[in-house]
């Protein structure tokens, strides 16, 4: 068995941390656009020209065209920054995710190495190798969404919560600043209320009753800068009608509301065993964790128990059963997995209910390698996928032959890369599947009603929402009462408004 560790040392763990964080650095060259980046990157751009909130994207939706109350508003304030300071582009949207993962990597080298001192560099090594190769890392890591920022300020909230924990003489200002970090965490996403709650509840879990007014003063004040703009009656009104409403959230009013986490939890298995890139990464971390919880617990009390509290509080809170949402957690589980593995090193974990420790140990080198395999293969397969605007300049000429100012137009989300100054209004598909979900007659003809309803002018949908919206049998030629398909190709079927099409010519009329 000894020899099967004898790359538990850094000259040997260096080689894949370089392989991954170059992989990683390549990925980011030329990284395609996440429906995400263009989502939220699209009411970031009218709130920044405008100065308030609101989607074209999805126009038609809970009123969001004229104001958008539900967003990422911590989140959204560093995109106006950026687009603000450099203008409006996918990377320049994509480098806020990225600059808060690497506040996160020094916030968890000072964490590790030089607050706590828990790792040495072999084991900090070891922890980068499952960082960089963790999926949902590589990928949200260069994305415009707000978990890497969640993630970030979360661990410097916990960091001091613990701090405050540990402390012989510990002092208020630690467990306030705490709780202003849990609090923009909420701030840049209402899911950072799953750490707000957690770091709450661990304070609860140690007796801290009356310290957990000052934790809850420093959330508060924090958590304000999200009631920006709620300022009257009629704004309260539509962010309910927003978030409890919009079919984009699955409708979370539609359930009794006391009884949704509940539900939540009993489904919370599909975040962790939904596909291959994330069942590896989940049997390995539960092994390791059942393996060692004697020992962890015994020896990083809170650590372990705030990882337990935020996959519990994830599973009733969490709206979604997202994977991305596991990176709440993440910094905390990657911690105890390494430290797992370095008291298996050191030997200070000889006996396993679970087996033999020679078997275990194997058993969790096996998963490991899994997982590290697995996880690489699916982060190639996004590294070596590139994109330009280009592609979509190019569509734009061929199909709206110049006169793009003048029209409104059906497309895909990630069209707004870089057409949203060329289109007079840019309308997603994605909107019309969301409608779909009150309306069953937008689909096929219905469909083209309801675009005609909207005003589009031209609409352009990729095989998936052909599919889902009843056109995929439609081809080049057929006519309906006010359109016409200009063209089908594998990737786009193309229909153009018949007004205008009473004089084409013969550059823009393919």
């Known amino acids: ?54 989607s074209e994207l999805m126009r038609g939706m809970t009123h969001q065209e004229d ?82 920022m969640m993630m ?22 630690q467990l306030l600043l705490s709780g202003i970090f849990f609090g923009w965490a909420m701030a840049a996403h209402l899911n950072g209320l799953i750490l707000v709650t957690a770091g709450g509840a661990l304070l609860l879990w140690n007796k801290k009753y009356l310290p957990l007014l000052t934790y ?38 539609a359930n009794i509301f006391w009884l949704k986490p509940f539900y939540n939890l009993m ?29 962890l617990y015994r020896h990083h009390t809170n650590l372990t128990r705030f990882a337990i509290l935020v996959a519990i509080i994830t599973g009733m809170l969490a709206m979604h059963k997202a994977r991305r949402y596991i990176l709440l957690d993440f910094p905390y589980l990657v911690i105890l997995i ?16 679970l087996g033999r420790p020679e078997i275990i140990r194997s058993i969790l ?16 397969l996004l590294s070596v996928q590139k994109f330009s605007p280009d592609q979509n300049r190019k569509l734009a000429e061929k199909y709206a032959g110049g006169n793009e100012n003048n029209i409104k137009i059906v497309a895909p989300m990630t069209f707004v890369f870089n057409e949203i100054e060329h289109f007079d209004q840019i309308q ?31 609409i352009m949908l990729t095989p998936y929402y052909q599919q889902k919206l009843g056109v995929e049998a439609y081809k080049k030629g057929d006519e309906f009462e006010h359109y016409r398909v200009i063209d089908k190709t594998r990737d786009l079927i193309v229909f153009k408004r018949k007004t205008l099409l009473s004089a084409p010519t013969e550059g823009n009329d393919p």
């Open 67 to 148: 104001l958008l109350v539900v967003h990422h508003k911590l989140f959204s304030f560093n995109g106006v920054f950026v687009i603000k300071t450099f203008g409006f582009s996918l990377y320049g949207l994509k480098a806020v995710g990225l600059f808060y993962f690497l506040v996160f990597l020094l916030l968890f080298y000072l964490y590790t190495r030089k607050w706590r001192k828990i790792f040495d560099n072999r084991d900090f090594l070891w922890a980068l190798i499952i960082i960089f190769s963790f999926p949902w890392v590589f990928r949200f890591a260069f994305i415009y969404r707000p978990e890497t």
């Open 365 to 380: 080198l096996f998963f490991f390698v899994v997982f590290l395999i697995v996880s690489t293969i699916y982060n190639v």
């Open 428 to 458: 997603a598909n994605v909107c019309y599947m969301d409608l779909q979900k009150n309306d069953s007659t937008i689909y096929g003809e219905g469909f083209l009603k309801k675009a005609y309803l909207f005003d589009r002018d031209l």
């Open 338 to 353: 390494t430290l797992t593995f370095k008291a298996l090193n050191e030997k200070k974990i000889t006996r396993f209910r």
């Open 216 to 253: 809850g003063l420093g959330v508060l004040v924090a958590f304000s800068v999200y009631f920006y703009d709620l300022t009257n009656v009629q704004a309260i009104e539509l962010w309910k009608e927003q978030f409890f409403y919009s079919p984009s959230l699955d409708n979370a009013g």
């Open 267 to 295: 489904n919370e298995h599909m975040r962790y065993f939904h596909d291959p890139k994330i069942i590896v990464f989940s049997i390995f971390m539960i092994f390791t964790l059942i393996s060692s919880f004697k020992y």
């Open 152 to 173: 970030a300020l979360g661990f410097a909230g916990f960091i001091l919560l613990q701090k405050y924990l540990d402390d012989k003489n510990p002092a208020a200002w």
């Open 1 to 54: 068995m000894e020899r099967l560790w004898f790359w538990y040392q850094p000259k040997y763990l260096w080689p894949f941390v370089s392989a991954l964080i170059l992989l990683f650095v390549y990925s980011m060259w030329g990284r395609i656009p996440d429906s995400d980046d263009a989502w939220i990157g699209e009411y970031t751009y009218w709130f920044a020209r405008d100065g308030y909130a609101h």
